[in-house]
């Protein structure tokens, strides 16, 4: 059925999408996780831009949150993202990590 603004949905589709959102694992965090607007890059290309980020007690993972370019978003791909001006090597993951057993809370 037609509604309001349905041709600008249909021509947004069909266009693609601009940014893809994406789970992020970083290594070498040390003292700060992503807090949000952290550049992320590629090759030195800004790709993205990390929403948010914070220590996964349950994972014991450094986790940020982030859009970035969909040809970079395919779970396994490498990249950088800067924390309070330190690069830290972020790899995109496929599922939010959890631990529903809470196995890693027992141990």
Known sequence: PDFIGRAGLLARK???LK???VTLEVDGVTDADARGSEPIQRDGELIGRATSGGYGWRTGKSLALAMVAPQHATPGTEMEIV????PHRAVVIADS???PENNALRS
């Open 97 to 99: 990590p959890f631990d």
């Open 19 to 21: 940014w893809q959102f």
């Open 14 to 16: 069909e266009a693609g």
């Open 83 to 86: 924390i309070l001006g330190q």
